[in-house]
């Protein structure tokens, strides 16, 4: 049989959560989660372009606080890449699922929306494995990418 005839069913948001991609959070909550993964935060204004400039964004909230618990958000060229930055998730129990969540849909949109582009992905080790379940692989024929930040980004709170 064809591969993509028995592809494993989409893993399943857990209880309490909700996606939201209409409505793109605000720089001091994504600057909140990252600051809880451990990663560099940015200034409000950087955030304000970078969501600006983005193709889409995907929010996983805390139904019960609004909280923002997960993120990643789409750049392209429109033609041959797609990019997905921020990818992460709130320590804890749910953080495995609700990246699996955040990378299955990413992938279906870009799929949909942009077929035939090529992905690159930047994020964190927390997220590795949610992207392998994926079929994502780390330096495939020994490449491996590099990245230089232009400017001192500011350290996690």
Same mark, same amino acid.
């Given at each position: 049989?064809?591969?993509?005839?028995?592809?494993?069913?989409?893993?399943?948001?857990? @209880?309490?959560?909700?996606?939201?991609?209409?409505? &793109? %959070?605000? %720089?001091?909550?994504? @600057?909140?989660?990252?600051? &809880?993964?451990?990663?560099?935060?940015? &200034?409000?204004?950087?955030?304000?372009?970078?969501?600006?400039?983005?193709?889409?964004?995907?929010?996983?909230?805390?139904?019960?606080? *609004?909280?923002?618990?997960?993120?990643?958000?789409?750049?392209?060229?429109?033609?041959? @890449?797609?990019?997905?930055?921020?990818?992460?998730? !709130?320590?804890? %129990?749910?953080?495995?699922?609700?990246?699996?969540?955040?990378?299955?849909?990413?992938?279906?949109?870009?799929?949909?929306?942009?077929? *035939?582009?090529?992905?690159?992905?930047?994020?964190? !080790?927390?997220?590795?494995?949610?992207?392998?379940?994926?079929?994502?692989?780390?330096?495939?024929?020994?490449?491996?990418?590099?990245?230089?930040?232009? !400017?001192?980004?500011?350290?996690?709170?």
């Amino acid at each position: 049989m064809l591969p993509f005839l028995h592809q494993s069913a989409p893993p399943k948001l857990p @209880n309490g959560y909700r996606l939201e991609s209409s409505i &793109a %959070p605000s %720089p001091e909550s994504i @600057n909140t989660l990252l600051a &809880a993964c451990q990663e560099t935060t940015h &200034a409000e204004d950087d955030w304000l372009r970078a969501l600006d400039n983005s193709l889409w964004q995907l929010s996983v909230l805390d139904e019960s606080s *609004g909280e923002l618990v997960g993120f990643v958000r789409a750049t392209s060229d429109l033609a041959l @890449n797609a990019n997905l930055w921020n990818l992460c998730a !709130k320590p804890g %129990p749910d953080q495995a699922q609700l990246l699996s969540v955040l990378v299955h849909r990413s992938l279906n949109m870009l799929r949909r929306d942009l077929p *035939g582009c090529s992905l690159s992905v930047s994020a964190p !080790k927390m997220a590795v494995a949610a992207l392998e379940t994926h079929g994502f692989v780390i330096d495939p024929s020994g490449i491996r990418a590099m990245g230089l930040p232009l !400017k001192t980004a500011r350290k996690p709170e």
